[in-house]
């Protein structure tokens, strides 16, 4: 529902307007995963380095994974999240001639992370274009870099237009999912993290329940 969401809509709205599009992941293929569906529906191949802390030298196939892209017209690489920022800049290190953008999408703030922030420091200028999905990321990140070569540009995440359900598909859904007795329906989705905010949620539900 985060990256990997933006990622797809991304993705599907690229090739829409005529772009080759193709998605590499550091992981492994999942079992079950919804947004892979939606890639595979619309022919949008996915690649799987399969990099584990035993294995980091996988993500050296990036390089011929971008070398190879680039017999086929210029090429542009939007990575997102750390880890793929920094494995898209080992292979700009090695292979040129290609435009990098890195996307930070939360305000990192694990206190394990120093080292991440100093190999983003003094790889800095293999990157292109520099850019978050808030102000309040951005800002947090430059912060943490502590660079005068450093400008990162808010970019807010776009969303696809919902699409509107019939009263019947919302009675089929309350029944398969067993809330008949509910009086209000309230969903939200994200990992159950503090950054998340699902304590001050969970809190403010009995107001919710006055309205």
Not at 37 to 66: C, G, Q
Not at 83 to 107: D, E, M, P, S, Y
Not at 186 to 196: P, T
Request: with cysteine.
């Amino acid at each position: 529902a985060g990256a990997e969401r933006v990622l797809a809509d991304l993705s599907i709205c690229l090739q829409q307007k005529g772009y080759t599009v193709s998605v590499v992941s550091l992981q492994g293929k999942p079992l079950v995963h919804t947004i892979i569906n939606e890639l595979a529906a619309k022919n949008i191949p996915v690649t799987y380095l399969n990099v584990t802390k035993k294995t980091p030298w996988r993500v050296l196939k990036l390089i011929k994974i971008i070398r190879d892209s680039k017999h086929h017209g210029e090429t542009i690489v939007h990575s997102h999240m750390m880890h793929a920022n920094l494995a898209c800049r080992i292979a700009k290190f090695f292979t040129n001639g290609f435009k990098l953008v890195n996307t930070i999408h939360i305000a990192e703030r694990r206190a394990n992370q120093k080292l991440f922030f100093t190999l983003d420091r003094i790889t800095l200028k293999l990157c292109d274009v520099y850019t978050a999905v808030s102000k309040a990321a951005a800002d947090w990140h430059m912060k943490q870099i502590i660079s005068k070569d450093l400008r990162i540009y808010p970019v807010n995440n776009g969303i696809r237009p919902i699409r509107v359900i019939s009263q019947d598909e919302v009675k089929s859904l309350v029944s398969e999912w067993g809330f008949e007795e509910c009086v209000k329906i309230i969903g939200s989705v994200g990992r159950l993290d503090h950054q998340k905010g699902y304590d001050i949620f969970l809190k403010t539900l009995p107001e919710f329940s006055k309205l």
